[in-house]
């Protein structure tokens, strides 16, 4: 699987310098080192977040008031600010 991402300059020339001295400098030692940093976020955050079956339908209730009201871009904008203040 593959995720592409965009950091500032200065968190990426730090995460490749450490990922690099603690995996070596060859092929694979980010890759190593991310999924080492996104198990790490995961045990971290997994606790935190609430456990939703359905999330789907939860967004779909929460959205009914709007229906009508706000084009496809605000309602995105506006699913991800409820879900947010929900699973806090």
Do not use: C, T
């Not at 592409?4 to 020339?13: N, R």
């Not at 995996?23 to 976020?41: C, P, V």
């Amino acid at each position: 699987m593959v995720l592409k991402f965009e950091f500032k300059s200065d968190l990426e020339h730090k995460f490749r310098e450490v990922a690099m001295k603690k995996y070596g400098y060859f092929k694979g030692s980010l890759q190593k080192a991310s999924e080492e940093a996104f198990r790490e976020w995961i045990m971290k955050n997994s606790n935190k977040v609430p456990k939703v079956e359905n999330p789907f339908a939860l967004i779909e209730g929460v959205m009914k008031e709007m229906k009508g009201k706000k084009n496809s871009v605000n309602l995105q904008h506006e699913a991800s600010r409820l879900w947010m203040k929900k699973s806090l």
